[in-house]
């Protein structure tokens, strides 16, 4: 069976089990192959960003934007360091129980509004308290990128396979046969 012998059509009409199965094969040659580019293109984003510090690119086909890749940049943050100053700090204010213990709801929602101080090397509240016990934690460096789809080209890019504008031949998503690669070298 030769890949021009079956339509879209066939398999719209077809033998459900059979087709279920085609689709099935093509899936997966699709997703390997998927999974190997989205791997080499996220390394080459980070490696990128690395260099450029650029964290956004907006990929084309032709005049088509066909969305973005960002890489996901961790963020510093505020961790408490210091349990027993922490502590202390907290039940000056009452933001504990009667045998004092922080409540970490309390605790969570300090850390995320305060801000670290610099030029102190401190966190403070957002009244300007200094929060004792707290320090900054370096955030890792980024490793993962993000990729959003523009709706619209993926739209024009169905029409265009419709049409007949835009063609993809799965033949070369298979890797190479072991045979053909060794007679190669």
Do not use: C
């Amino acid at each position: 069976m030769s890949q021009d012998s079956t339509t879209v059509a066939d398999v719209e009409t077809g033998n459900l089990d059979r087709d279920a199965l085609l689709m099935r094969f093509i899936k997966s040659v699709v997703d390997e192959r998927y999974e190997e580019v989205l791997s080499a293109a996220d390394a080459a984003r980070l490696a990128e960003y690395a260099e450029k510090d650029t964290t956004t690119v907006k990929p084309k086909f032709g005049d088509l934007v066909l969305g973005s890749r960002t890489v996901a940049e961790p963020k510093d943050k505020l961790v408490v360091a210091d349990e027993q100053a922490f502590t202390s700090w907290a039940a000056q204010g009452n933001y504990g129980t009667w045998k004092f213990i922080v409540d970490p709801t309390w605790q969570k929602a300090t850390l995320r509004y305060a801000k670290w101080d610099e030029a102190n090397q401190v966190a403070v509240t957002k009244t300007g308290e200094v929060i004792p016990g707290v320090k900054l934690q370096k955030a890792p460096p980024p490793s993962s990128v993000t990729q959003k789809p523009n709706p619209e080209a993926f739209a024009k890019l169905g029409e265009m396979l419709r049409q007949g504008h835009f063609t993809a031949d799965l033949r070369a998503l298979l890797p190479a046969p072991e045979d053909a690669v060794e007679a190669a070298q």
